[in-house]
């Protein structure tokens, strides 16, 4: 039995104290309408009318339960409106993640607007490495999220791929310093400062890759992402870390006078980011959210479209861009 239908029926009969107008005002014929209230009668125990060939009248027992029956109505009502809004992306929790390495006035940027989108909605947002995230789509922990590509997408859906420049971070008295671009050859001798491989295994690995196919193989791979604890570690440690180009805006290399950006010799290596949600999950609040930052990510970091030369190829353990 539908009981909210049934209770419609019944609060129209109280009130129009008359089948026939209640039927009227409900849209549907008198002797559906009597079995219903007939039917509400046999499930709840008590008589709710008193019937006549003239008149319609409200037992004491459903004088009782009218006020009840009027309430719970209200409360459904709210229910499915409120249902709506989350639908429609106007109210409701939206769990989102970001990685560590996107930059503080980006993130302030990404919150901006999609606040001004969906005021309605609470943004719960976390920063996450790509791992993380990954763990939190497979426990429903999480609804959206932007990710490091390569890695394990399958019942995931994407958005564009976008693309940050990479450089390196060396010494200001580097010999490799001195060059407008710096070949990964170059940085041979030096070790490597690099995320630690648990937060995005398959991208940790095809940095390696790729230093050692353009020449480059690291004395010894260290582990940091603090920008101050990377530094010390340049300072210190005869390393190198790369860093996207928009973590260095045009001017602030100069202010360090011990470190400096450069970027790399025919851009081998590059950040791979997309916004990824669980399959079936692309509801209008996501979609916002994904849209936000994006755009955001475009105008903020110089991110720019990268859609894959050739399909992604599923390798044992992870994806790699072919």
């Not at 409200?58 to 009027?70: H, N, P, Q, S, V």
């Not at 008295?173 to 995320?195: K, R």
């Not at 937060?199 to 230093?211: G, M, S």
């Not at 030369?309 to 599923?314: E, F, I, N, Q, T």
């Given at each position: 039995?539908?009981?909210?239908?049934?209770?419609?029926?019944?609060v129209?009969?109280?009130?129009?104290s008359?089948?026939?107008?209640?039927?009227?005002?409900?849209?549907?014929?008198?002797?559906?309408?009597?079995?219903?209230?007939?039917?509400?009668?046999?499930?709840?125990?008590?008589?709710?009318?008193?019937?006549?060939?003239?008149?319609?009248?409200?037992?004491?027992?459903?004088?009782?339960?009218?006020?009840?029956?009027?309430?719970?109505?209200?409360?459904?009502e709210?229910?499915?409106?409120?249902?709506?809004?989350?639908?429609?992306?106007?109210?409701?929790?939206?769990r989102?993640?970001?990685?560590p390495?996107?930059?503080?006035?980006?993130?302030?940027?990404?919150?901006?607007?999609?606040?001004?989108?969906?005021?309605?909605?609470?943004?719960?947002?976390?920063?996450?490495?790509?791992?993380?995230?990954?763990?939190?789509?497979?426990?429903?922990?999480?609804?959206v999220g932007?990710?490091?590509?390569?890695?394990?997408?399958?019942?995931?859906?994407?958005?564009?791929?976008?693309?940050?420049?990479v450089?390196?971070?060396?010494?200001?008295?580097?010999?490799?310093?001195?060059?407008?671009?710096?070949?990964?050859?170059?940085?041979?001798?030096?070790?490597?400062?690099?995320?630690?491989?648990?937060?995005?295994?398959?991208?940790?690995d095809?940095?390696?890759?790729?230093?050692?196919?353009?020449?480059?193989?690291?004395?010894?791979?260290?582990h940091?992402?603090?920008?101050?604890?990377v530094?010390?570690?340049?300072?210190?440690?005869?390393?190198?870390?790369?860093?996207p180009?928009?973590?260095?805006?045009?001017?602030a290399?100069?202010?360090?006078?011990?470190?400096?950006?450069?970027?790399?010799?025919?851009a081998?290596?590059?950040?791979?980011?997309?916004?990824?949600?669980?399959?079936?999950?692309?509801?209008?609040v996501?979609?916002?959210?994904?849209?936000?930052?994006?755009?955001?990510?475009?105008?903020?970091?110089?991110?720019?479209?990268?859609?894959?030369?050739?399909?992604?190829?599923?390798?044992?353990?992870?994806?790699?861009?072919?």
């Amino acid at each position: 039995m539908n009981l909210f239908r049934h209770l419609e029926c019944f609060v129209a009969v109280a009130e129009e104290s008359h089948f026939g107008r209640a039927a009227a005002r409900l849209s549907m014929a008198q002797p559906p309408l009597s079995q219903r209230i007939q039917r509400l009668e046999r499930e709840l125990g008590v008589r709710l009318f008193e019937r006549s060939s003239r008149q319609v009248t409200i037992t004491k027992a459903g004088t009782l339960l009218l006020d009840e029956a009027r309430e719970l109505l209200a409360r459904s009502e709210a229910l499915m409106a409120t249902a709506r809004r989350i639908r429609d992306g106007e109210s409701g929790l939206l769990r989102a993640a970001l990685p560590p390495d996107i930059p503080g006035e980006t993130v302030a940027a990404i919150l901006a607007d999609f606040r001004q989108r969906y005021p309605g909605v609470e943004l719960e947002l976390r920063e996450l490495s790509t791992t993380e995230q990954l763990a939190q789509f497979a426990s429903h922990e999480l609804d959206v999220g932007l990710i490091h590509h390569p890695c394990d997408v399958s019942g995931l859906e994407l958005g564009p791929v976008l693309r940050r420049e990479v450089g390196v971070l060396l010494p200001r008295d580097a010999p490799a310093a001195a060059l407008a671009e710096v070949p990964l050859a170059a940085l041979t001798g030096y070790e490597l400062i690099l995320f630690h491989r648990a937060a995005a295994p398959a991208l940790h690995d095809d940095v390696l890759t790729t230093c050692a196919r353009n020449g480059y193989s690291p004395a010894a791979v260290r582990h940091g992402q603090g920008a101050s604890f990377v530094r010390g570690l340049i300072l210190s440690a005869h390393a190198v870390a790369f860093s996207p180009r928009d973590a260095h805006p045009a001017g602030a290399a100069d202010r360090d006078p011990d470190v400096i950006w450069r970027p790399l010799a025919e851009a081998p290596l590059a950040w791979r980011h997309s916004l990824a949600w669980p399959q079936g999950r692309s509801d209008t609040v996501v979609s916002a959210f994904a849209e936000a930052a994006t755009h955001t990510l475009r105008n903020t970091t110089a991110m720019s479209a990268d859609p894959p030369p050739r399909p992604l190829h599923l390798r044992p353990a992870a994806e790699y861009w072919l």
